[in-house]
């Protein structure tokens, strides 16, 4: 009984260090997911304040975390539901005028290091993220052509500042942004991951994948 005593002490004790710390998640979930939900994911989708981070580890580049946590530019044109935002102009073009997007909290070097080392723990696959999805071995040349004309995705998605839809987050930093096996799973199966979300899963083949992947895995490499 002492033993077991004691070794709940210790685990309490563990669990608490990080709260004394000024740069704890706690402050975050006003926002954000950060636990897999118990019943289904994002019930409320268009109602979400903040992405789900409750596979930021399974999703994000550490060192893009640490830098975004200090200086957060926008990632969704149109905010994190575009409908609130977006106003279609005389052409039928949906704009956005950027200074009415919230700005996100930022944190100081040490603050995102901590923050970004506490996300990438947070591994609660939601299904759908899978290891080795990027083979690495994708032609960006084609993945371009897909990108642009084949797959619409530009439709959606901005392949370079100003150039492309604004209803999906841009996708010219993404290979800074995120890793490449998700990228390749939600191009793949957005609802396997995302089960709301309306980008729609298109129908490609196993090449389509690879090459949009490494096409835009070289957008933020400065390759377009
Ligand atoms: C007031 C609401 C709010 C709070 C509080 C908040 N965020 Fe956010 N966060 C957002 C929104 C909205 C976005 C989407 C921004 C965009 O796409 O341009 C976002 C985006 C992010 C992203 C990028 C996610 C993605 O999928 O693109 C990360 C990482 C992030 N927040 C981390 C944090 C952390 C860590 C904290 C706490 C220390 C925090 N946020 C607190 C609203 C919030
Ligand atoms: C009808 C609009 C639409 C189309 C077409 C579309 N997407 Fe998306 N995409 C979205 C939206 C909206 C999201 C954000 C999902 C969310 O936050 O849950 C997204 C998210 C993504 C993400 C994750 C980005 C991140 O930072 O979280 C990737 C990668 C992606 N899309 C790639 C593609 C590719 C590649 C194509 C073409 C094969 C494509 N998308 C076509 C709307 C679209």
Not at 179 to 197: C, G, L, M, V, W
Request: net charge negative; aromatic share 8%.
């Amino acid at each position: 009984m002492k033993k077991i005593l004691l070794s709940l002490a210790v685990t309490t004790a563990a669990f608490a260090a990080p709260a004394t710390s000024a740069a704890d998640l706690d402050q975050c979930s006003s926002c954000h997911t950060l636990e897999a939900p118990a019943e289904g994911r994002n019930d409320h989708f268009q109602q979400r304040k903040g992405p789900d981070l409750s596979y930021a580890g399974l999703k994000f580049n550490q060192p893009w975390l640490v830098e975004w946590l200090q200086n957060p530019t926008a990632i969704r044109p149109s905010g994190i539901y575009y409908g609130h935002y977006a106003k279609a102009d005389a052409s039928g073009q949906d704009k956005v005028d950027a200074a009415d997007l919230p700005k996100h909290p930022s944190f100081d070097a040490s603050e995102a290091e901590d923050l970004a080392d506490a996300l990438m723990a947070l591994k609660a696959n939601p299904g759908g993220i899978e290891e080795g999805a990027f083979s690495g071995k994708g032609r960006g040349r084609f993945g371009k052509l897909a990108f642009t004309k084949l797959r619409g995705c530009k439709g959606c998605h901005e392949h370079a500042p100003g150039e492309g839809g604004v209803s999906g987050p841009e996708l010219y930093t993404a290979g800074k942004r995120l890793q490449p096996d998700f990228i390749a799973s939600f191009t793949a199966h957005p609802q396997a991951i995302e089960p709301r979300t309306w980008m729609p899963t298109l129908s490609m083949n196993a090449k389509d994948i690879q090459n949009i992947t490494a096409f835009v895995l070289s957008l933020s490499k400065g390759d377009e």
